[in-house]
């Protein structure tokens, strides 16, 4: 039976004179992605050579199908039969799922509680046949270890391994039939309360501006984080392009991480986290100054080229020599919402600046706005006095 797309391909010398003749073949199949794609080979003697050629490909196609079409059926005969599913099995699909969608930083910090906390304890038992008794005695095994400096693990840092824990459960439920979560209900490791947030006063962090004065990269650094609040694995990313200085804004749409060594530029903390902030005057022309006096940078390149290390020994540095309380990096964070609080800005207009969610600042941070509960007290008062009638 003659194939239709075998062609015949005749080559010819300058004068037209016929020089060469060979065949090829030319056609559209369907992969096994299910996208139809066109295939050409040239260069046989014979018709018939490009025809074997041909059926040899398109068979060896279908086989490639079949095997894809058993490894799926092979897969969810895994999925819907659990009961000899060890943990250990469970974790390689919880991360098969989850390593594309969540940032890699937090990967990275995921993986360590789940391969040193979680793997040597439930790793080879049967994930279906993990009892609530179990969990009770991998909690006394986790409360009898300790750090490498030999102290013992604080009770949110527990209380965070405990919750990796039930969302490796969940997903079992969820997707592999698991019949139950054994974890669930069952974190009773003590949390302490939240730290009192360190931040400075607009006067501590003038005190301290002036000591850090003599290295500019230092001093412009902390200006970014002081008079715009951003987080500094954003302030790290921060490059020329992300600079309007006519219209006075920043935009922050990247986070510089180091993992394992190597430098990342990953998507901010989380989608509110992409934001563009608008600058003050004077810090608009420090950092136009700045980049401008930054030799041959290009627009993608990063303006702060250190690392959080280096801001932390400057921080320390600085606070020495202007004679201020100590106080982290972030806290300049906690310095520029507590600066907003005291100039009567509200919670929502104060988070959408920082790139946070409203419930979560309000949670964090509604200390710092004591005025917001006076308004509403007066505002009510209003109400009363009016009748009802607030006009």
Request: charged share 35%.
């Amino acid at each position: 039976m003659k194939v239709q797309n075998v062609y015949r391909y005749i080559k010819k010398t300058k004068d037209g004179a016929e020089q060469k003749t060979t065949w090829y073949c030319s056609f559209t199949y369907i992969d096994i992605d299910g996208k139809k794609k066109k295939k050409t080979k040239r260069g046989f003697k014979r018709a018939t050579d490009a025809e074997e050629w041909q059926n040899n490909f398109l068979k060896e196609i279908e086989r490639q199908k079949e095997l894809a079409l058993n490894e799926t059926e092979q897969n969810e005969t895994e999925q819907t039969s659990c009961d000899d599913m060890t943990f250990a099995k469970l974790v390689e699909h919880y991360r098969e799922d989850n390593s594309k969608v969540i940032r890699e930083h937090t990967w990275h910090t995921k993986n360590a509680v789940i391969d040193k906390k979680l793997l040597p304890f439930f790793g080879e038992m049967k994930a279906a046949k993990i009892t609530k008794k179990d969990i009770l005695d991998w909690r006394k095994w986790l409360q009898n270890s300790q750090t490498k400096q030999g102290k013992d693990y604080s009770g949110n840092y527990l209380h965070t391994i405990h919750n990796q824990l039930s969302a490796i459960f969940n997903f079992g439920v969820k997707y592999y039939d698991l019949p139950q979560n054994p974890a669930s209900g069952e974190n009773k490791f003590k949390r302490k309360s939240p730290k009192k947030k360190m931040f400075w006063t607009k006067d501590e962090y003038f005190k301290f501006r002036e000591a850090i004065m003599d290295k500019p990269r230092s001093f412009y650094a902390f200006e970014m984080l002081y008079w715009c609040g951003i987080r500094v694995g954003e302030l790290l990313a921060l490059k020329p392009n992300d600079f309007d200085f006519e219209n006075k804004t920043v935009r922050i749409d990247e986070s510089y991480q180091k993992i394992n060594g190597k430098e990342l530029l990953t998507d901010p903390k989380t989608t509110k986290s992409m934001r563009t902030v608008s600058m003050p005057d004077e810090l608009c022309e420090e950092m136009k100054e700045y980049i401008a006096h930054i030799y041959k940078i290009e627009h993608d390149q990063r303006i702060f080229d250190f690392t959080k290390h280096f801001l932390h020994h400057e921080m320390e540095r600085g606070c020495k020599a202007a004679d201020v309380k100590k106080i982290p990096v972030h806290g300049l964070r906690h310095s520029h919402v507590s600066l907003l609080a005291s100039m009567g800005w509200d919670i929502v207009s104060v988070a959408e600046r920082m790139g946070h969610e409203s419930i979560d600042i309000t949670y964090e941070y509604a200390h710092m706005f004591p005025n917001t509960q006076k308004k509403i007290a007066e505002e009510l008062n209003k109400l009363i006095k009016g009748g009802g009638n607030n006009e």
